[in-house]
């Protein structure tokens, strides 16, 4: 089994910043892609930002320049840096990973539990 932890939501004020964590953990081998995705009230949950093992990225066309995406690979954890927050990205942060587990050397997707993110002054 595989799971992952998020860390890191409340509430800020518009112009504020947060950082997101994400820890697996679990009977891994290795994790490839790890990732954050957002549902906000009444909406289908969108990608926010990927990143692979080897360090590239991939986000969603609006949000480039406000929110930055790393990983450490050593600690299985991803973060997600959000800058110049606006009432827009109020929503739950979901962490995504694509893990090869280590009972059965399977390929598996799993998410974490979402972690509230509350933009209002």
């Known amino acids: 089994q595989v799971q992952l932890v998020e860390s890191g939501g409340g509430l800020v004020q518009p112009g504020g910043s947060l950082r997101l964590s994400c820890a697996a953990s679990?009977?891994?081998?290795?994790?490839?892609?790890m990732g954050w995705y957002r549902q906000a009230p009444g909406k289908q949950r969108e990608l926010v930002a990927t990143i692979t093992s080897g360090g590239s990225r991939n986000y969603e066309d609006s949000l480039k320049g406000r929110f930055t995406i790393s990983r450490d690979n050593a600690k299985n954890t991803v973060y997600l840096q959000m800058n110049s927050l606006k009432p827009e990205d109020t929503a739950v942060y979901y962490c995504?990973?694509?893990?090869?587990?280590?009972?059965?050397?399977?390929?598996?997707?799993?998410w974490g539990q979402g972690t509230l993110v509350t933009v209002s002054s």
């Open positions: 995504n990973a694509h893990a090869i587990v280590a009972v059965d050397y399977t390929y598996r997707e799993v």
């Open positions: 679990g009977s891994i081998v290795s994790i490839n892609v």
